[in-house]
Structure formats: C-alpha cells, structure tokens
C-alpha cells in the first residue's frame, strides 16, 4: 500500500519562500508521475504542478513562475520550490504519487501554508 506524506509548510510572510517535500512509500517502483495541488477554505482544490518520472514538468498558470518542482526519482520524492509568496497562495498543501498510467491518485494528508504579514 503506498503512502504518501507531506512536510515542510508553516507561515511566511509575502514575498517569502518555503520547500515543501513529500515522499511516497510502500512501493518497489518508481512513480510515474507526483506532483502538486493545493487547496484554500472554501475553494476547490486547485492543481499545481506535477513532474513525471522521465523529468517532464507542467505548471499551472498561477504559480509557473514562482514555483519549482523537482523530484528524486529513486526515493519517490518531490519538491515544491515556492517563492515570491503572495497572500493568496495561503492553503493546504496535497502531494499526490501515480504509480502508473491510468491508475488513480494517490494523496497526503497535506500541509498548510499560511502567507501574511
């Protein structure tokens, strides 16, 4: 059963940075892909980029320039690379690992980022 964690968030303030890392477990394989969303109260969760195991990286428009994936293939490892916070990007925080093409997610618990002054 693979597991999926998340660390690094806490509070900054605007214009500050964070790195969060999530680590999936409980496989022999190396993700296909892992990646990034994020979710504020009362919002729907909102993807933020994802990185697939051959290093092929998207991002979605808001964050593309201020946020950086990067990922440790043989530890199924990611990173998010946040700088240049802004208020706005305060949320929860999801890592999500696909093992392989066509199967679900699968999802952290999370970890909240808070951006203010």
């Known amino acids: 059963q693979v597991q999926v964690a998340e660390s690094g968030g806490g509070s900054v303030q605007p214009g500050g940075s964070l790195r969060l890392s999530c680590a999936a477990s409980?496989?022999?394989?190396?993700?296909?892909?892992m990646g990034w969303y994020r979710q504020a109260p009362g919002m729907q969760r909102e993807w933020l980029a994802t990185m697939t195991n051959l290093g092929r990286t998207t991002y979605a428009g808001a964050v593309k320039d201020r946020f950086t994936i990067s990922r440790d293939g043989d530890k199924n490892t990611v990173y998010l690379q946040m700088d240049s916070l802004k208020p706005e990007d305060t949320a929860l925080y999801y890592c999500?690992?696909?093992?392989?093409?066509?199967?679900?997610?699968?999802w952290g618990q999370g970890t909240q980022v808070t951006v203010s002054s």
């Open positions: 409980g496989s022999s394989i190396s993700s296909y892909a």
């Open positions: 999500f690992t696909v093992q392989k093409i066509g199967e679900n997610k699968k």
